[in-house]
């Protein structure tokens, strides 16, 4: 069966720190894997994805992302975090064998970036 | 991208009544899909709404909870039924935007937050 994982519900970082997200997954093959944003009372925005290629991913306010295939993991990274940041994070993952359709969602963290 | 848009924003019913959401896009997708993120949860796929046939529920969701129409390919509605309180949550329509093999991207709407009281 497929499945995320984020393990930490909660990252606090201060302003101007690197920041990591982490998420690693489980499924058959090869996915194709995403990072969401949710800021309050908002729905979710695309950050970027992992399709093939280079496993180092560059998206968007900053944010990459690098697929490590043998750690089956997609860290969320930004090298100087900002206060305007701090949201809800979910990496998703969807078997490379489907097309179209059913992401499946980390638990979430919650970032907090401090001044 | 797709810029999405769902009515009502928020909501706070009664135990027992129906709500129906509607999730409109602005430009036509094949595929339609409807989500819930129950407070302080991640979120899961309720159904899949392809235009033209019945939807596809995941397991735990069944029909007559949450019956759903799409009926073209810039529109679908999502009816929670029966509710009880055990439905507050926020639930999002989202669309997938074809770019190529493999290239699929999801977009989500704004979310609809739902209070059942």
């Known amino acids: 069966a497929q499945s995320v994982a984020q393990p930490e519900d909660q990252v606090n970082v201060a302003e101007g720190n690197p920041l990591t997200v982490k998420c690693t997954y489980s499924v058959s093959g090869n996915p194709y894997l995403f990072w969401y944003v949710q800021y309050p009372n908002r729905g979710l925005q695309f950050l970027l994805k992992y399709i093939t290629g280079d496993n180092l991913v560059k998206g968007s306010y900053g944010f990459e992302a690098e697929f490590n295939k043998s750690q089956t993991s997609f860290h969320l990274k930004k090298p100087s975090a900002l206060v305007s940041d701090s949201a809800l994070y979910f990496c998703a993952v969807r078997d490379r064998r489907n097309q179209g359709g059913k992401l499946i969602f980390g638990q979430g963290t919650e970032l907090s970036v401090k001044p | ?117």
Request: charge should be neutral; include cysteine.
């Open chain 2, 1 to 117: 991208s797709a810029v999405i848009s769902q009515k009502p924003s928020r909501d706070i019913c009664q135990r027992g009544t129906s709500l129906t959401i509607q999730c409109q896009v602005d430009s036509q997708v094949t595929m339609m899909f409807w989500y819930r993120q129950q407070p302080g949860q991640s979120l899961t796929l309720i159904a899949t709404a392809n235009q033209g046939s019945e939807a596809t529920y995941e397991s735990g969701f069944v029909i007559d909870k949450f019956p759903i129409s799409r009926p073209n390919l810039t529109f679908s509605t999502l009816t929670v039924s029966n509710m009880s309180p055990e439905d507050s949550s926020i639930y999002l329509c989202s669309v997938e935007k074809d770019r190529g093999p493999g290239n699929n991207e999801q977009f989500f709407g704004p979310g609809t937050r739902l209070t059942v009281l």
